[in-house]
């Protein structure tokens, strides 16, 4: 009688990562070297941003993806910060929108130009002001526009709204010691965080409550990690009590024990977990490691599943993660990281293998836009929604981007609201103007502006058809000439 090992089923066992040609690489950039376990680098369809070396305050390079090769010393840097920048976040509702946290105790806001930047910017369009020691943690509301969540070294957690520069929350009271990370739930009306005191926290961030901890989620002394998964539940990463990393996954509901817990290696750098939700796959990028670890989570036993491991030569100083509507849906990309060397930056696309050239729906369900599902007041009235989801098939074209401007009011996509100005913030508000405010006047101006290029369209081919009756008589003139007939 033969015995067969069964494989478990999934169109992810063979995911495999291929790092770019040289030429694809962002050469000769010093990234920089602050001691903070961050990713240095974020990415959005348009733009990849990361955090460099700066004599004399905090600066990130921001770069058009397109800008590959080697990148000039003297290429303007966003370097309005007075100390080291230690975190960086791209707005999901706007490409050319990043929000960046510093040494200097400040979280500034910033409106890229739309084609990269021709000179250093120095000038956000707002700055928030609330926090007393450093901020290393910047991540935007994944649903609401112009949410912004912010952690400093105080130990505190404070929540914008940056269209009106003001606070909205100020939880001070959750975290008895240094905040590693935090991470929004699928539609933002929780958040988890993981501290210091190796406690992983759910908290309702409107009402300032902690909804559940779980004490030592990881024994060890190291520093910890915990995101949020879309069915809600917390995957984690961390330190054994004998410095092991490890994995682990968490029901909300009962936090007593992990529903899975795994132990890696015995490297001493942090593990970073990029998710992605359409695919149900979590990347473990370890700081200073030369190698990125797969894991598929499913909901049978034993949960997290090994999927791979990409390898490389050179060890990570940061990463970053494109989201999914820029990668290439053609090719059978399902992630693209931007690895960080200490001079370049190289991107890794992870691919499953497919013989056909048709679009995979089984890759590539619907995902997250860049549309807000709502606006910054809708949310604090106490307000949820899931993301707006849209299609990949048709290799997603974005729409135009709004602006983010400075106003007396909240223009940001309903000038009807009134902003109140706080003592906290260097302006009183800030605004992105919608692209499609104005609806009502959409029809009437598109049928004007059709009517015009249709004139312009006749005109021409009236004079086209003139000049080519001007041409063939020249021709015939030039030719009796050449005949001696003229």
């Known amino acids: 009688m033969s015995f067969r090992k069964v494989v478990r089923q999934s169109k992810f066992r063979h995911v495999f990562g291929q790092p770019v040609k040289n030429d694809q690489c962002y050469e000769d950039i010093r990234v920089s070297r602050v001691t903070w376990d961050s990713t240095f680098c974020a990415v959005n369809p348009k733009f990849l941003a990361v955090i460099v070396e700066a004599s004399g305050g905090g600066a990130f390079l921001v770069l058009p993806l397109n800008k590959t090769g080697r990148i000039d010393k003297a290429y303007p840097t966003v370097c309005g910060h007075t100390g080291p920048v230690l975190d960086i976040d791209w707005c999901p509702h706007n490409d050319e929108v990043i929000a960046s946290g510093s040494e200097d105790c400040t979280v500034m806001v910033w409106q890229i130009p739309e084609n990269g930047l021709a000179s250093p910017l120095t000038e956000p369009v707002v700055v928030l002001e609330g926090h007393t020691k450093r901020v290393g943690i910047v991540t935007w509301h994944p649903t609401a526009r112009n949410v912004l969540l912010s952690a400093g070294c105080d130990n505190v957690v404070l929540i914008w709204n940056v269209g009106t520069a003001e606070e909205l929350y100020r939880l ?16 933002g009306s929780l958040f988890c965080s993981a501290c210091k005191d190796k406690s992983v926290r759910i908290i309702d961030p409107r009402r300032g409550t902690l909804v559940a901890e779980r004490e030592k989620a990881h024994e060890g002394a190291r520093p910890m990690r915990a995101i949020f998964l879309a069915d809600g539940k917390v995957f984690t990463t961390g330190f054994s009590r004998m410095s092991e990393r490890q994995l682990a996954l968490w029901d909300p509901e009962n936090l007593e024990e992990p529903m899975a817990l795994q132990e890696l290696d015995s490297s001493n750098g942090a593990l970073l977990p990029f998710y992605d939700p359409d695919t149900s796959v979590v990347y473990v990028c370890g700081k200073g490691d030369s190698s990125i670890r797969y894991f598929e989570i499913t909901d049978e036993s034993p949960y997290i599943h090994f999927l791979n491991t990409f390898t490389s030569k050179e060890p990570q100083r940061g990463m970053g993660s494109m989201p999914k509507r820029g990668l290439e849906v053609s090719k059978c990309e399902i992630a693209r990281f931007y690895k960080l060397h200490e001079r370049k930056c190289e991107p ?61 009011r909240n223009v940001l996509s309903d000038s009807r609201l009134a902003s109140s100005t706080r003592p906290g913030s260097s302006i009183s508000a800030v605004a992105i103007a919608d692209a499609t405010s104005g609806g009502s006047l959409v029809g009437a101006g598109e049928a004007g502006k059709l009517e015009e290029v249709m004139q312009e369209l006749r005109a021409l081919r009236a004079m086209v058809k003139e000049q080519g009756e001007r041409i063939c008589r020249l021709e015939e003139q030039l030719g009796r000439m050449e005949n001696g007939d003229a």
């Open 172 to 187: 001070d009271t959750l975290h008895p010691d240094l905040i590693y990370n935090v991470s929004w739930n699928r539609n």
């Open 348 to 408: 890794i696309v992870m691919t499953v293998p497919r013989k056909s050239d048709l679009f995979q729906d089984d890759l590539y369900p619907d995902t997250v836009g860049p549309e807000a599902a709502l606006e910054a007041e809708e949310w604090v009235s106490g307000r949820d929604a899931d993301p707006i989801l849209i299609s990949l098939r048709e290799a997603y074209v974005p729409s135009k981007q709004r602006d983010l401007k400075v106003s007396r």
